[in-house]
C-alpha cells in the first residue's frame, strides 16, 4: 500500500497552508489508491464513506438525470477533490451520508484517499470557525429555500384563490339575476291563471295555449346562435307581426320570442290554432313561457359553469385522492388552465394540442399541477400578458412529454444556463422568489424520474417535461422525494 509524503501532501492546493503536524496528521490517516482506465471510483446514492483527491490522471463525475446519466464535470487537475466532501456537518443528512455523483477513471488514476469519518473529524477539529460557516451556510440555504417555498406556495395559493373567486362569481351572479328574473316571469304567470280561474279567457281556448306552450317549448331547446345583424332583422319582423296583429307592446316582446326561435313563420302557425280574440293572451302566455325557459336555461348553465370549476378545482388540488396515482395528463393540464382562467385574461390566446392516444401516466397529480401552473404563469409574464399560449402534449419513445410555448421575446442564453438555479430570477425585487422553475426541476427530475428542458428563440419559447411511462412506482417515487 503506497502512502504520500508530507511532502507530497503540501504540493496539493488544497494542503498547501497546513502546518507539519497536520501533514503528518493526513500522512498517516490516508493513503492512495489506484484506478484502471473506465472503471468506477464511487457510485451515486452510496454511503458516502471517502474523501477523494486527484493526484494523476482524469476522472468524469456524473448524476443521474431523467433517467440518464449526465457528464457534469471532467478533470485531470491535480489536487481536484470529491466524494464525502460534506462529511463535516454535524447532523445526518443525505449530503453526508450517501455520494451525491458518480465518479469514473477515464484514464489510470492515482488517487490520495481519506476515510469519511477521519476526514469529518479532522475538519471540526481542525477548523471549528470554518466549519461554522460552512455548516451554517448549508443548513441557512436549506432552511431559507424551505421557507422561501413555502412562501411562494402561499402566493400562488393566494393568485389561484382570488382567480377561481373571480371565475365563480361570474356564473353565481349570472345565476342570482336569473332567478330574480324568473320570480318576476312566474308571478306573471300565476296572473294569466288568475284571469283563466276569473273566466276572463275562455276555457276552450286552455287546450290550445297548452299545446303552443309545449311546441314553444322545444322550440327553445333548438332555438339556432344568431349573429347581431341575424337577430335586429328577426326582432324587426316579429315586432311587425305582432302590430298587425293588434298585439301591444311588441317592441318588447319581440326580443324574447325572437331569443326562443319562434320566428313569423311559427306565430302564424300559433295564430291559427287561436280563437282570434285570443291571438294577444296567446302571445302574451308564449312569451312567459319562452322567457321562464330561457331563464332556467341560463340558471342551469351558470351552475354547471361553478359545477365544473370546484371540480377543476378538486382535480387541481388533489384533495381527497391518494398522492400517488395513475393519471391522464390532460386532465391535469386541463385543470391548471381552468385555476389560471383569470392570469390569462382576455389577451391570451390558449392553443391546446393534445395527443388523446397517450396512455395513462403513473404520477404525483399534485405536485405535476405545481409544475404546470409554474410553467403556464412564467409564460404569461414573459408574454406581459398578451400572446398564445401553446399546451402539447404527444409521445418521445418511453416518455410522455408535455410542451408549454409561449411568444414572449425569448430568453437569453446567459439566463437560459441559470434558469433552473434556486433563487436566480429575472423579475423585479418582490414579484418572484426564483425558485418556481427549482421546484419543478426537483418534482420532475427527482420526484419522477424525468427531464424539464428549455428552448427558446426571440417570439417561441418552449419547456419540454419528459416523464416516463414506465419505471416509476410510489416506493421508488418516495425514496427520490
Given at each position: 500500500?503506497?502512502?504520500?509524503?508530507?511532502?507530497?501532501?503540501?504540493?496539493?492546493?488544497?494542503?498547501?497552508?497546513?502546518?507539519?503536524?497536520?501533514?503528518?496528521?493526513?500522512?498517516?490517516?490516508?493513503?492512495?489508491?489506484?484506478?484502471?482506465?473506465?472503471?468506477?471510483?464511487?457510485?451515486?446514492?452510496?454511503?458516502?464513506?471517502?474523501?477523494?483527491?486527484?493526484?494523476?490522471?482524469?476522472?468524469?463525475?456524473?448524476?443521474?438525470?431523467?433517467?440518464?446519466?449526465?457528464?457534469?464535470?471532467?478533470?485531470?487537475?491535480?489536487?481536484?477533490?470529491?466524494?464525502?466532501?460534506?462529511?463535516?456537518?454535524?447532523?445526518?443528512?443525505?449530503?453526508?451520508?450517501?455520494?451525491?455523483?458518480?465518479?469514473?477513471?477515464?484514464?489510470?488514476v492515482r488517487l490520495y484517499q481519506l476515510?469519511?469519518?477521519?476526514?469529518?473529524?479532522?475538519?471540526?477539529?481542525?477548523?471549528?470557525?470554518?466549519?461554522?460557516?460552512?455548516?451554517?451556510?448549508?443548513?441557512?440555504?436549506?432552511?431559507?429555500?424551505?421557507?422561501?417555498?413555502?412562501?411562494?406556495?402561499?402566493?400562488?395559493?393566494?393568485?389561484?384563490?382570488?382567480?377561481?373567486?373571480?371565475?365563480?362569481?361570474?356564473?353565481?351572479?349570472?345565476?342570482?339575476?336569473?332567478?330574480?328574473?324568473?320570480?318576476?316571469?312566474?308571478?306573471?304567470?300565476?296572473?294569466?291563471?288568475?284571469?283563466?280561474?276569473?273566466?276572463?279567457?275562455?276555457?276552450?281556448?286552455?287546450?290550445?295555449?297548452?299545446?303552443?306552450?309545449?311546441?314553444?317549448?322545444?322550440?327553445?331547446?333548438?332555438?339556432?346562435?344568431?349573429?347581431?345583424?341575424?337577430?335586429?332583422?328577426?326582432?324587426?319582423?316579429?315586432?311587425?307581426?305582432?302590430?298587425?296583429?293588434?298585439?301591444?307592446?311588441?317592441?318588447?316582446?319581440?326580443?324574447?320570442?325572437?331569443?326562443?326561435?319562434?320566428?313569423?313563420?311559427?306565430?302564424?302557425?300559433?295564430?291559427?290554432?287561436?280563437?282570434?280574440?285570443?291571438?294577444?293572451?296567446?302571445?302574451?302566455?308564449?312569451?312567459?313561457?319562452?322567457?321562464?325557459?330561457?331563464?332556467?336555461?341560463?340558471?342551469?348553465?351558470?351552475?354547471?359553469?361553478?359545477?365544473?370549476?370546484?371540480?377543476?378545482?378538486?382535480?387541481?388540488?388533489?384533495?381527497?385522492?391518494?398522492?400517488?396515482?395513475?393519471?391522464?395528463?390532460?386532465?391535469?393540464?386541463?385543470?391548471?388552465?381552468?385555476?389560471?382562467?383569470?392570469?390569462?385574461?382576455?389577451?391570451?390566446?390558449?392553443?391546446?394540442?393534445?395527443?388523446?392516444?397517450?396512455?395513462?401516466?403513473?404520477?404525483?397529480?399534485?405536485?405535476?399541477?405545481?409544475?404546470?401552473?409554474?410553467?403556464?404563469?412564467?409564460?404569461?409574464?414573459?408574454?406581459?400578458?398578451?400572446?398564445?399560449?401553446?399546451?402539447?402534449?404527444?409521445?418521445?419513445?418511453?416518455?410522455?412529454?408535455?410542451?408549454?410555448?409561449?411568444?414572449?421575446?425569448?430568453?437569453?442564453?446567459?439566463?437560459?444556463?441559470?434558469?433552473?438555479?434556486?433563487?436566480?430570477?429575472?423579475?423585479?425585487?418582490?414579484?418572484?422568489?426564483?425558485?418556481?422553475?427549482?421546484?419543478?426541476?426537483?418534482?420532475v427530475v427527482e420526484r419522477h424520474h424525468?427531464?424539464?428542458?428549455?428552448?427558446?428563440?426571440?417570439?417561441?419559447?418552449?419547456?419540454?417535461?419528459?416523464?416516463?411511462?414506465?419505471?416509476?412506482?410510489?416506493?421508488?417515487?418516495?425514496?427520490?422525494?
Amino acid at each position: 500500500m503506497e502512502n504520500l509524503t508530507v511532502d507530497d501532501l503540501r504540493g496539493l492546493f488544497l494542503f498547501e497552508h497546513l502546518s507539519e503536524e497536520q501533514l503528518a496528521w493526513l500522512v498517516a490517516h490516508g493513503q492512495v489508491e489506484t484506478h484502471a482506465a473506465g472503471s468506477q471510483v464511487l457510485r451515486e446514492g452510496q454511503a458516502a464513506t471517502c474523501f477523494f483527491v486527484l493526484l494523476d490522471g482524469t476522472v468524469a463525475l456524473s448524476r443521474v438525470i431523467g433517467g440518464q446519466r449526465v457528464e457534469t464535470n471532467r478533470t485531470d487537475h491535480r489536487g481536484a477533490y470529491f466524494g464525502a466532501t460534506q462529511a463535516y456537518l454535524g447532523s445526518d443528512v443525505e449530503a453526508r451520508t450517501v455520494y451525491q455523483m458518480t465518479a469514473d477513471a477515464v484514464t489510470d488514476v492515482r488517487l490520495y484517499q481519506l476515510p469519511a469519518h477521519d476526514f469529518g473529524a479532522m475538519f471540526r477539529s481542525w477548523f471549528p470557525m470554518a466549519m461554522h460557516l460552512l455548516e451554517g451556510l448549508f443548513f441557512g440555504m436549506r432552511n431559507t429555500e424551505r421557507i422561501v417555498s413555502q412562501r411562494e406556495r402561499l402566493l400562488a395559493l393566494g393568485s389561484l384563490s382570488a382567480g377561481l373567486t373571480h371565475e365563480l362569481n361570474n356564473p353565481a351572479a349570472a345565476a342570482v339575476r336569473a332567478t330574480g328574473a324568473l320570480r318576476e316571469r312566474v308571478a306573471g304567470m300565476r296572473h294569466k291563471l288568475a284571469l283563466l280561474a276569473s273566466g276572463s279567457i275562455d276555457p276552450a281556448t286552455l287546450p290550445v295555449l297548452v299545446e303552443l306552450q309545449e311546441s314553444a317549448v322545444e322550440q327553445v331547446a333548438k332555438a339556432p346562435k344568431l349573429g347581431p345583424m341575424q337577430t335586429a332583422d328577426l326582432e324587426d319582423e316579429v315586432a311587425d307581426w305582432l302590430d298587425a296583429h293588434g298585439v301591444s307592446g311588441g317592441w318588447d316582446l319581440a326580443p324574447v320570442l325572437v331569443a326562443g326561435g319562434l320566428d313569423v313563420e311559427w306565430l302564424d302557425r300559433a295564430a291559427a290554432l287561436c280563437p282570434q280574440t285570443a291571438t294577444e293572451a296567446a302571445v302574451r302566455w308564449l312569451a312567459y313561457t319562452v322567457e321562464t325557459e330561457t331563464l332556467m336555461n341560463e340558471i342551469e348553465d351558470a351552475t354547471t359553469r361553478v359545477s365544473a370549476l370546484v371540480g377543476a378545482a378538486k382535480q387541481y388540488s388533489q384533495v381527497d385522492r391518494a398522492p400517488f396515482q395513475v393519471v391522464d395528463v390532460h386532465e391535469l393540464l386541463d385543470s391548471t388552465l381552468v385555476m389560471l382562467g383569470g392570469k390569462l385574461g382576455d389577451g391570451v390566446r390558449v392553443v391546446k394540442d393534445y395527443d388523446r392516444s397517450l396512455p395513462p401516466l403513473p404520477a404525483y397529480p399534485a405536485e405535476l399541477n405545481q409544475v404546470w401552473t409554474n410553467l403556464v404563469d412564467n409564460a404569461v409574464a414573459a408574454m406581459a400578458g398578451a400572446g398564445t399560449l401553446t399546451v402539447r402534449t404527444y409521445r418521445a419513445g418511453e416518455d410522455v412529454v408535455v410542451e408549454v410555448g409561449d411568444t414572449g421575446e425569448g430568453i437569453p442564453d446567459e439566463v437560459k444556463r441559470r434558469i433552473f438555479e434556486p433563487f436566480f430570477t429575472t423579475k423585479a425585487v418582490g414579484e418572484g422568489t426564483g425558485l418556481g422553475l427549482d421546484i419543478s426541476w426537483r418534482i420532475v427530475v427527482e420526484r419522477h424520474h424525468g427531464d424539464i428542458r428549455v428552448e427558446s428563440t426571440p417570439g417561441d419559447t418552449r419547456f419540454l417535461v419528459h416523464l416516463p411511462l414506465t419505471g416509476l412506482d410510489e416506493d421508488a417515487a418516495d425514496r427520490s422525494g
